[in-house]
């Protein structure tokens, strides 16, 4: 049993110097809506890197349907750590993880795939494929999972031209900006509408203007219903954004605040909103603002 013996001695010295700590102020939980449980839920969850480093320590936390929410934190804190704990990339040492009420670290590892195909991820490197068109990168995430050739075809332009890159349909990714190749990554996450979507320094390559573009298309996608996670360390563009924050430090949770108010802004609201209080002019936008 040298893995489970691995298990319990990790989450014993996670628990090591603990108990003086505060503990982090607990947030109320959100409503379950219609019954569901909540699509992200993490009881203690504890990371043990190989050589003993704890990448998280005991971090709870209940994501609910719908929402859009920040992770904060210094380099280092854990917070790639965390997505990666929640895409099962990393098991646990300690803890659960619950994506949509099932425990994803007790399903059979020939299921993961499918439980990836319901969490859209994008990362600050965008990781595209460079010899592929944008048209092809996207369509290759439908293929991959077996969607039809009719499918693909009515699915792909569909959501280029979502995220606004109809024109650019027949590029390579070294033909693009950083921005607009961040919005490819964003299609190809989204163009099977999974339920969550985790966003991993998505802004972090990106100058503050193509920033607040990315915020909005992620925001659009929020309000199609689609749980967003963002990982940034963009002190100003969370203050200003006034959603939930979870901030990280040194593997910890210290802190998880609602700062709402805006949540019934539209998108184009949201935008001008984020344009005026970031001090920048209007930006090309993407289309179908409401
Ligand atoms: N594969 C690994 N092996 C050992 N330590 C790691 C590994 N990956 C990350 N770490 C360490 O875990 C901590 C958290 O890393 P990470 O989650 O990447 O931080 P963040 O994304 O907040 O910058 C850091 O101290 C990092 O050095
Ligand atoms: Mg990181």
Not at 67 to 81: D, L
Not at 126 to 142: G, H, Q, S
Not at 192 to 211: F, K, Q, R, V, Y
Request: charged share 30%; aromatic share 4%; net charge positive.
């Amino acid at each position: 049993m040298p893995l489970l013996n691995r298990r319990r001695s990790a989450a014993k010295r996670a628990r090591e110097g603990r108990e003086h700590r505060r503990r982090a102020p607990r947030r109320p939980r959100p409503r379950a809506q219609s019954g569901q449980p909540p699509i992200i839920s993490v009881e203690d969850g504890t990371v043990v890197y190989p050589g003993g480093h704890v990448g998280l320590d005991r971090i709870t936390l209940e994501i609910g349907r719908g929402e859009f929410a920040f992770v904060v934190g210094p380099t280092g804190c854990g917070k790639s750590t965390l997505i990666k704990m929640l895409i099962r990339e990393i098991e646990p040492a300690a803890g659960r993880v619950q994506i949509a009420g099932k425990d994803i670290n007790e399903l059979d590892h020939n299921r993961t795939p499918y439980l990836r195909r319901r969490i859209g991820t994008v990362f600050q490197d965008f990781k595209l494929l460079p010899n592929r068109t944008v048209y092809d990168n996207v369509a290759y995430a439908l293929q991959v999972i077996g969607e039809p050739r009719s499918q693909i075809r009515r699915k792909t332009p569909e959501i280029l031209r979502l995220v606004g890159l109809q024109a650019k349909i027949h590029n390579y990714p070294d033909e693009l900006s950083g921005g607009e190749q961040q919005r490819v990554a964003i299609a190809r996450a989204f163009v099977n509408h999974p339920p969550l979507l985790l966003a991993d320094e998505p802004t972090g390559n990106l100058d503050p203007i193509t920033s607040i573009g990315i915020m909005q298309l992620l925001y659009r996608i929020n309000r199609t219903g689609t749980t967003v996670l963002v990982v940034t360390h963009d002190r100003d563009m969370v203050d200003k954004m006034r959603r939930r924050v979870i901030a990280l430090e040194e593997g910890r949770l210290v802190r998880d605040e609602d700062a709402s108010g805006y949540h019934d802004e539209s998108t184009r609201e949201f935008a001008a909103r984020m344009r005026a209080e970031m001090g920048v002019g209007d930006e090309g936008g993407t289309n179908g603002d409401h």
